[in-house]
């Protein structure tokens, strides 16, 4: 707290203390306070602020949920379609993987990656 307090001011620092700190509301309030000079008339001004950020936060922490669920389900999907075509293969079904991936139906967009994964996997 004291090297805060000491340090120079900076816009991205002020920013960051309202928005994106993860320090407590009256932790806020004493680095606003004491090193910005900014008093609050009334609580509800620093209280809807912080509330503000968290929204952010939250938000952020949403969006990257999202995200990684898209993403583990490209690779779950990627991953039966190699197991399909490893096992069509197995049981001699067919002897090649063009062959294996046009009996699934496989789109031309994903064979790249199918073949990516079966190349690593053998």
Not at 75 to 98: A, D, P, Q
Request: charged share 30%.
């Amino acid at each position: 707290m004291e090297e805060i307090l000491s340090g120079e001011k900076s816009i991205m620092e002020y920013l960051e203390i309202l928005f994106l700190s993860q320090r407590s509301y009256e932790q806020r309030i004493e680095i606003l306070e004491k090193k910005y000079g900014i008093m609050f008339k009334e609580e509800s001004e620093m209280r809807k602020m912080c509330t503000f950020s968290d929204a952010i936060w939250e938000k952020g922490i949403n969006i990257g949920r999202e995200e990684g669920q898209k993403h583990g389900v490209k690779i779950g999907f990627n991953e039966g379609i190699r197991r399909s075509v490893m096992n069509l293969m197995k049981n001699h079904v067919t002897s090649n993987i063009e062959e294996a991936m046009d009996l699934l139906g496989v789109e031309t967009s994903l064979r790249p990656d199918i073949l990516k994964s079966i190349q690593i996997h053998e």
